[in-house]
């Protein structure tokens, strides 16, 4: 359970840097609406070669369409919003549970 905690912590804190990112892109532009960088655009700024050979080892292993209809969908999703769910999950998951006592007479 304290795994749990711990990597929802982190999650909790790619989310944060990443809702920080597309807020401080928004103010240096004066005025510009806020823009979210999704999930693909992070992956193809992040590591360009481990996009491409994930995206050619889902085409070789399965049908071409799961990666162009199904993963990219996910893909499309605000990288803060995503880490921000999967963090929020962890959480609840690794929460300390209440010790309940259970008296018998």
């Known amino acids: ?3 749990l905690r711990f990597f929802a912590s982190v999650l909790l804190l790619i989310a944060v ?3 920080i990112y597309d807020g401080t892109r928004a103010l240096e532009r004066k005025g510009a609406e806020f823009t979210v960088t999704s999930l ?5 700024k992040l590591a360009p070669v481990s996009h491409k050979n994930a ?3 889902v085409r070789r292993y399965s049908h071409p369409l799961v990666w162009d209809v199904l993963i990219q969908r996910l893909l499309i ?3 803060w ?3 921000g769910t999967l963090g929020l ?3 609840y998951l690794g929460r300390r549970r209440r010790r309940i006592n ?4």
């Open 1 to 3: 359970m304290g795994f």
């Open 17 to 19: 840097i990443a809702a």
């Open 40 to 44: 693909d655009e992070q992956w193809l």
């Open 55 to 57: 995206q050619n080892a």
């Open 77 to 79: 999703v605000p990288t």
């Open 81 to 83: 919003a995503a880490f």
């Open 89 to 91: 999950l962890a959480a």
């Open 102 to 105: 259970v008296f018998v007479n």
